[in-house]
DNA sequence: ATGAAAGCGCTAACAT
DNA sequence: ATGTTAGCGCTTTCAT
């Protein structure tokens, strides 16, 4: 049950203990001899070194912390899947943590974490803590010589590496898209107007409309509150009967079913004069009917890239500088749109 | 940068470490008045006992792995939920990794965790694993001391703890409720053929239908494989088209999304002349038109009960009794069935 | 080519 | 009440 270590290897030989951790790592101090023997006795008693003997020596653990929000949400399950590719192929092992749009978790995960346990860490920030504008324990573990890298939901002013997405762009992006295929009167619907992420997309809208020289109507542009996503139909469907919509653009996946439904209900046919585009990339989009399009964000591309980040700058000390990433989304077109192509023909 | 160490105190205040240590540790051997100063100190210090250090020493980390065939699948991301809740509740961490329902990625990832890094770890066994029916890993981790409890995709015969889902009975039910809202001709879609969990459903599915006294039609069971996702659609069209079937039964909510467009496009009205239940509890079932009717799994009840059985185990040494714990499915009743009550009227 | 010894940060048995 | 020491498993410098 014990596990084996180097001192039962050197026993075993009546060798010294420095002797076998030579051997082990191939050392040219050692004979070829000696050192075969070693080595094959410890594979074949699958001898492993242990890993917080190394870590206490060596002050590197081999491991980055990775703190999310919300695991059911398909993007950040998507962006752990990218880190977690790039990690295992760099030889690092990932602590996971669930915010759950806490500060406080977020704060004691951190604190937790910082012993000892990891040697940098990933984070997209929680509601909570964006909302109190409070980012010190960021700034602590920054500090303490634990790197951070941010991702989505950042910290503008904590100086660190970032990997963000294109959201004002993006939203101009469906703006145009919508209005191209002959839609002009769009509605912005957002489940997150108090992140920054929700208020970039806001200002994308208008920046879009303006592009296309579309007045704005404040009473197109609809906050919705996120936790009552079963109440959306019910929030839209009063809101839809009174004006004259024809497209929407939604800040996330549900609210644009929701919005799909209650319009193909009012007698829309979608796309044909009616037509939606969500942020997102989550599988929702790929099974409503029709399917929807969508303005991408790459959530996988965005976890390697932060992982790529952080285990550049773990291994590579003199490395200060900090950048931020935009990993630019792409309108995916499927069903709840109308195409350049059909308008050009 | 460098982080204080008990060293560091004990310097500071001209003592030994083991005063220190002991004070930190609020031992009765030290008088209280430098209990309070070096506790003072350290917390105004914001000391942190290093983990690889008290690792080493105690031989416990304090952290459980978890080993995931599919992240994006909503399913483990919510057994992930349950088993973060329970863990950070009890003071554990959790090293988490995806085995793409890799035999290979398994295996190499519990290798690398076994090596001192982990106390205990929490697998659904990949695909590739299930298939090859080799195990021998499994059974290397626990020799090693390390124990495992498996969920949702376990191996019958590694002796260990277990949670899984009455998946037999949760099949049998579907068919009952189906047939007492008047459906007969049932279909049973299946994408999990080739796993064990597949065929317990599948045994569940005819099972059903005999206490029903309805004979078994070899055609109306319908084998998909997973990965073309995108032409379950094209998969059932013909099937459709040539029987006359009237309800299904899938093993997946991407099959009944499926199934629900080819039938409604059929000419068929959901839920009055076609009837759908799928197994589990995702997004999707929650989003289609109409709402799918469910076989719900309760994954992060199980993930839950997993962490609280391992971490049982871990801190109490003689606890070498393993049980399977099942996890009772329930119908979720949205709109791709008839209710009880309607027929009863 | 091999070994002795120190040290990573901590705990705990054993002095004093 | 405080200190000394050994040891957890390993690496590495410095003998030999």
């Known amino acids: 049950m014990k596990r084996l270590t180097i001192k039962d290897i050197a026993n075993h030989f009546n060798v010294s203990i420095s002797t076998v951790s030579k051997a082990l790592n191939d050392s040219y101090e050692i004979s070829v001899s000696t050192k075969e023997k070693i080595q094959r006795f410890a594979k074949e008693n699958n001898y ?9 020596k060596s002050r590197k653990t081999k491991t980055i912390g990775i703190i999310i929000p919300n695991m059911l949400n398909y993007f950040f ?22 915010s759950n749009e806490s500060y406080e978790k977020e704060k004691e995960t951190l604190e937790m974490l910082s012993n000892g346990s990891i040697d940098g860490v990933i984070v997209s920030i929680a509601e909570e803590t964006e909302l109190q504008n409070n980012f010190s324990h960021f700034e602590n573990c920054i500090a303490a010589g634990i790197p951070i890298v941010m991702f989505d939901r950042v910290a503008e002013r904590i100086n660190c590496d970032k990997v963000i997405t294109n959201d004002f762009d993006g939203a101009v992006n469906a703006v145009q898209h919508l209005v191209k295929t002959g839609f002009k009167n769009i509605a912005f619907i957002s489940t997150i107007s108090n992140l920054q992420i929700g208020r ?12 296309e020289n579309i007045a704005i109507r404040e009473d197109f542009i609809i906050n919705i509150k996120e936790d009552d996503y079963k109440e959306y139909e019910n929030v839209l469907t009063p809101i839809f009967a009174q004006k004259d919509i024809d497209a929407v653009i939604t800040t996330d996946e549900s609210s644009a ?16 004069n009616f037509s939606v585009i969500a942020f997102s990339n989550g599988i929702l989009a790929r099974h409503s009917s029709p399917k929807m399009t969508t303005v991408s964000q790459h959530g996988e591309q965005m976890g390697a890239t932060a992982a790529e980040k952080l285990i550049d700058k773990l ?31």
Chains 1, 2 share one sequence.
Do not use: W
Request: glycine share 6%.
């Open 48 to 56: 492993k070194p242990n890993f917080n003997a190394l870590s206490l």
């Open 77 to 98: 399950a998507q962006v752990f899947k990218g880190v977690e590719k790039v990690a295992n192929k760099r030889g690092y092992k990932i602590i996971s943590c669930i």
């Open 200 to 211: 970039l997309r806001h200002q994308g809208y208008l920046k879009g409309l303006e592009k």
């Open 257 to 272: 079913i929701a919005a799909m439904k209650v319009a193909i209900r009012k007698g829309h046919t979608v796309p044909d």
């Open 315 to 345: 291994e590579n000390n003199n490395d200060t500088h900090n950048e931020t990433f935009i990993i630019k989304t792409d309108i995916v077109e499927r069903k709840s749109t109308k195409s350049y192509m059909v308008v050009h023909n």
